[in-house]
């Protein structure tokens, strides 16, 4: 198994689950972060809301970061998860 190697997400009911939760995961702070981009960019257009505008910007920059990281821990435990099923195997 490698990372970043979908069939590694299809070879256990379990590994499938995590996969499709970590697609939601995934897809929920991508959308969170466009939201917070568009909201703090209306917000510049307003001298007293630029501080507000300024702290969404940060946050959405977070959950831009939170995405590769997501992803990464996504393929580690999946890749862990096969490991683990191919030593039972050959233990059997």
């Not at 939760?21 to 981009?37: G, K, M, P, Q």
């Not at 995405?67 to 821990?73: A, G, Y």
């Amino acid at each position: 198994m490698t990372l970043f190697h979908s069939p590694n997400a299809q070879h256990s009911p379990e590994q499938r689950r995590f996969y499709a939760l970590t697609e939601i995961a995934y897809t929920t702070v991508d959308f969170a972060a466009a939201i917070l981009f568009i909201v703090g960019s209306v917000l510049f257009f307003f001298e007293s809301l630029v501080t507000v505008g300024t702290w969404l910007f940060l946050i959405g920059s977070i959950c831009f970061a939170m995405k590769p990281t997501i992803r990464l821990w996504r393929e580690i435990k999946l890749l862990r998860m096969g490991e683990y099923q191919d030593i039972a195997a050959k233990n059997s």
